[in-house]
C-alpha cells in the first residue's frame, strides 16, 4: 500500500553532517505521521524523530535534540532528516516509517510501513 525508500547514508567523521531522505509511493495519501528509527548491531530499534505529515509538528529524541531537524517536501512525498553534529554513537542502519493512524510516535509498533534502510557511519 505504501512503499519507503531512504538514502543519503554514508561515512561521516564526527562533528559532520548528513541529510538522510525518505521517499514515500503508493497511496501516500493515507499517511497520518513519518518516523526515523535507527538500529546498531545487538541493539534494538530506537526511535530517532517523527513528523506528522500535514500538521507538520515534529517530536526527537533526547539523544538528537539541537542537532538533527526533520522535515517534509510533501509535494514531492519526501521527509528529511538532518543530522549535524553527528557523533560516532549515531552510528547505525536508518529506517523510515509511515503511520496511517496517528499512534504514539516514538515506538516502532505505531508504524505500519517501512523503509529499506540507509547506513550511517560516524568515525572519530
Known amino acids: 500500500q505504501v512503499q519507503l525508500v531512504e538514502s543519503g547514508g554514508g561515512l561521516v567523521q564526527a562533528g559532520g553532517s548528513l541529510r538522510l531522505s525518505c521517499a514515500a509511493s503508493?497511496?501516500?495519501?493515507?499517511?497520518?505521521?513519518m518516523g526515523w528509527f535507527r538500529q546498531a548491531p545487538g541493539k534494538e530499534r530506537e526511535f530517532v524523530a517523527a513528523?506528522?505529515?500535514?500538521?507538520?509538528?515534529?517530536y526527537y529524541a533526547d539523544s538528537v535534540k539541537g542537532r538533527f531537524t526533520i522535515s517534509t517536501y510533501n509535494a514531492k512525498n519526501t521527509v528529511y532528516l538532518q543530522m549535524n553534529s553527528l557523533k560516532p554513537e549515531d552510528t547505525a542502519i536508518y529506517y523510515c516509517a509511515a503511520d496511517p493512524f496517528g499512534r504514539t510516535v516514538v515506538v516502532p509498533q505505531s508504524y505500519d510501513y517501512w523503509g529499506q534502510g540507509t547506513q550511517v557511519t560516524v568515525s572519530s
Open positions: 503508493g497511496r501516500t495519501f493515507s499517511i497520518f505521521a
Open positions: 513528523i506528522q505529515w500535514t500538521g507538520g509538528r515534529t
